[in-house]
């Protein structure tokens, strides 16, 4: 089995979250897919960061929405990074990348980026919003696409298929033989996340999961030997 390892953020456990240095690192320590984050600055940018706001993971405070990229760049992402966008990361490292639209507006941009950089086979999107897998489908023929999910039970094998999913990213802690069971029922992948501990591995392992989103660099090696 192709069990494979996903840099979430990055490597977040260890830098400064969805920032270049944070890519470089996941990719120098050689995970699979780099997972990462997209907003909407207020003039159309599609920036990499993981919340609404930029209080917790910068030095400035305030809504993406509501900066323009030029402010956006002033800020310090964490040991002088700045606030990248989607194409710098694209340019920065060569791995795979998972690209998730937290604000459904991001959609639309991030089609356009694939569509002109022809990214169908590189970049899978994935969204805890079921609208927002579906219209990204209907604007870039062939993209893949998975579902996150953080409350769920079996029934999310349903969500996924009905928005043409081929893929579930679950919260590990919520994890039962029942939901992958029916995932595979239903033709579908499963990743879980955030999988940080020896334990959290075993059980993707036992479960015959198809990969686990990581905060730690040293799942890559350790995930080769646990059963």
């Excluded at 060569?94 to 002109?116: G, H, S, W, Y």
């Excluded at 579906?134 to 696409?145: C, E």
């Excluded at 993707?204 to 995930?223: E, Y």
Aim: with cysteine.
């Amino acid at each position: 089995m192709n069990f494979l390892t996903i840099g979430h953020r990055g490597v977040m456990g260890v830098e400064p979250e969805n920032t270049l240095r944070s890519f470089a690192a996941a990719e120098q320590a050689g995970l699979d897919l780099i997972e990462l984050d997209l907003h909407l600055s207020k003039d159309g940018a599609l920036i990499v960061m993981h919340d609404a706001a930029v209080d917790r993971t910068t030095d400035g405070t305030g809504q993406i929405a509501e900066k323009t990229l030029s402010e956006l760049r002033a800020l310090d992402a964490g040991l002088g990074e700045r606030v990248p966008v989607f194409e710098e990361v694209l340019d920065a490292v060569r791995a795979p990348i998972q690209a998730e639209i937290k604000d459904v507006a991001a959609a639309k941009a991030l089609a356009e980026v694939m569509l002109r950089r022809d990214l169908v086979s590189r970049v899978e999107v994935i969204s805890f919003h079921d609208e927002a897998l579906a219209g990204i489908s209907r604007l870039v023929p062939g993209v893949r696409t998975a579902l996150v999910a953080e409350h769920y039970g079996p029934e999310v094998a349903d969500r996924a298929v009905a928005v043409g999913a081929a893929t579930l990213c679950l919260d590990v802690r919520r994890l039962t033989m029942e939901v992958v069971e029916k995932a595979r029922a239903a033709g579908l992948r499963v990743f879980a996340w955030v999988v940080n501990t020896q334990d959290e591995l075993r059980l993707v392992r036992a479960l015959q999961l198809d990969g686990a989103t990581t905060d730690l660099p040293d799942i890559k090696r350790t995930g080769r030997f646990t059963a």
